[in-house]
């Protein structure tokens, strides 16, 4: 058993070798990918399972495919005026909400409407849990020359950790807003997302870069809003500690290398209250006027949700998901502390070690590969159970790919190392079965057999075939003499004798004493006797050491036979040789008999 688990170690060890020195970037590019789908069919299920409801207090005020159709057919045109935001916002604000934010950007009017931009300007001034969004990008300097952003719109991040840097999140341009809105406040946040290499966006960042500086998303802006006002949080310095995660209060928000958080996700889609944006047009218009709703304590985001105005995400529950969802669930997360914390690679590692020393103790210890190959199933359909309700209940990401990967590696290894050593021991059996212990060569049962094999092959296929018996010139005399410890050293040098004196292709045997005979396959009479002839002599020529540093000399006398002319069947073979044997004693021993 030692045996068995020393040569899995090795071969596993040996295939983890080679497994590591062929992983590329493409080769991690795709472990990832199918990582994430498993992270995306985690999500599903427990969407599927209503495993979290979104927070009723949050709350959209949606930008529809019904709200963009009465706007271009009451105001002619795509975007809104800005007036009328102002008027929806102190409709809003009437009723004391938690915040309000503007999932949209307001940049430069497209048609000149000073007095519009002055109302939401006004707006922002009056409003202090109001906030807007602002977008960072890369374009060429030659296009849009990198503006300098208010030092009141950053925030100071303190990062103690080694494995996070923000190269993925850091921005060369930036595409500015109203600059009354820039003059009028500080509630203004990114809306910078980050897709992984599958489009799929599973993950947002805190925080971006620009210009060396720290800019906060804008659901951590509304998120921070609600710690203040709720749990009197008041944060002035953003702090990353050793272990990757961002410290808000009691909370601790896991960041991956490129300081994103990864979202927990509530629904596929309209999981929040949708208000149609022309609803409220209407109210504030004085055109509807049995509607109310309620936004007291309410977090009210405005964004978009028709296909046609393009703010449309792929994400794990859904591949059509509005980005104001999007928005929604980031701050969700940040109220209740939802976010996804990713396992780190020493605790994968050691899962990927586990399983595949239990796959390797399974395998070694049942009979059956069938039902080995079921009990390791069985394990890793419990790792991936276990992976689904840490995420459940713990909200941690367990991986399953590469610890799943080092398992199948020792399964393999295990099953072929298993099969390795029963062939060997299978191989080592027939050895024993067919093999003399003394000489080392075939025994009689073997030597039965394949006379009986080869006249067969020789009639089928019309070919001759020779044999050679000899026995060793006066043995009983030279085991009186010498003793039988020598008689048995003679007996294996001269079994050495014949196998270094023939052919690859024949057959030693130890006939039974001191008889021993040579199948020589596809041999005629003529090469069968000079065969026998050298044989002869090179025994008679050897000097054959006993112990004690003896030395002494021994003869043989041979017969020869060949099929078909001596015989028909093995017995006939045999016996026609041995006649032969006895004419060599015969006439003087240490001769081959004619």
């Known amino acids: 058993m030692l045996k068995k688990i020393l040569y899995t170690i090795w071969l596993f060890l040996f295939c983890l070798v080679i497994f590591v020195s062929v992983k590329s970037a493409n080769f991690n590019a795709f472990i990832n990918v199918i990582e994430n789908r498993t992270f995306d069919l985690r999500q599903n299920v427990m969407v599927n399972n209503k495993t979290k409801l979104p927070n009723k207090n949050i709350v959209i005020v949606a930008v529809d495919d019904a709200s963009y159709e009465y706007i271009l057919d009451k105001y002619g045109e795509w975007p809104l005026s800005r007036d009328i935001y102002a008027k929806i916002v102190d409709y809003i604000e ?259 070690v586990i399983l595949a020393i239990l796959t390797g103790i399974i395998v070694m210890k049942l009979s059956s590969a069938f039902v080995a190959s079921l009990a390791s199933l069985s394990i890793y359909l419990i790792y991936v159970l276990s992976s689904y309700y840490a995420m459940k209940f713990f909200n941690l990401w367990i991986e399953l790919v590469y610890p799943l990967i080092l398992a199948l590696i020792a399964f393999i290894s295990a099953l072929v190392v298993k099969y390795f050593i029963k062939s060997r021991d299978f191989e080592q059996q027939y050895k024993l079965a067919t093999t003399d212990g003394l000489t080392e060569l075939y025994n009689h049962r073997y030597f039965q057999e394949q006379m009986k094999r080869q006249i067969e092959n020789s009639k089928r296929y019309e070919t001759e075939f020779s044999m050679i018996i000899l026995d060793i010139d006066f043995f009983k005399k030279f085991n009186d003499t010498f003793g039988h410890q020598a008689g048995d050293a003679v007996l294996r040098q001269v079994a050495q004798t014949l196998k270094k004196n023939v052919r690859a292709t024949d057959i030693v045997c130890r006939y039974g004493g001191e008889e021993m005979s040579i199948i020589l396959p596809n041999t005629g009479r003529d090469v069968a006797y000079s065969t026998a002839e050298k044989i002869c002599n090179r025994v008679s020529d050897r000097k054959f050491k006993l112990s004690n540093d003896k030395e002494t000399s021994v003869t043989i006398s041979l017969g020869v036979a060949t099929f078909p002319y001596d015989g028909q069947s093995a017995a006939e073979i045999i016996d026609s040789a041995d006649k032969r044997l006895y004419n060599a004693k015969n006439n003087g021993r240490n001769q081959v008999g004619k």
């Open 94 to 352: 009437a009723q004391k909400p938690q915040s309000v934010a503007f999932d949209l950007m307001f940049v430069k009017s497209m048609k000149s409407q000073p007095e519009a931009d002055e109302a939401l300007i006004n707006t922002f001034k009056k409003y202090d849990n109001l906030f807007t969004a602002m977008n960072l990008d890369n374009q060429p300097a030659d296009l849009r020359i990198p503006p300098v952003l208010p030092e009141k719109l950053t925030v100071n991040v303190d990062n103690l950790s080694k494995n996070i840097n923000f190269e993925e999140q850091t921005y060369t341009n930036c595409r500015l807003i109203l600059q009354g809105i820039l003059d009028a406040t500080s509630n203004i946040g990114m809306i910078n997302v980050s897709r992984a290499e599958d489009g799929i966006l599973r993950k947002m960042p805190l925080f971006v870069k620009y210009q060396d500086k720290y800019y906060p998303q804008l659901g951590l802006k509304v998120g921070l809003h609600y710690l203040n006002t709720k749990d009197k949080l008041s944060i002035d310095k953003l702090t990353i500690d050793k272990n990757s995660s961002l410290e808000l209060g009691d909370r601790r928000i896991f960041l991956d290398e490129d300081g994103n958080a990864i979202l927990n996700w509530y629904g596929p889609t309209a999981t929040y209250e949708h208000i149609p944006l022309y609803k409220l047009i209407k109210i504030v218009n004085g055109e509807l006027q049995n509607q109310n709703y309620d936004f007291k304590d309410k977090i009210v985001y405005f964004g978009t949700t028709a296909s046609s105005l393009f703010d449309i995400k792929t994400v794990p529950v859904s591949r059509i998901y509005p980005g104001v969802e999007v928005q929604a669930t980031y701050v969700n997360n940040l109220i209740d502390n939802n976010f996804i914390k990713k396992a780190d690679k020493v605790f994968t590692v050691i899962a990927g």
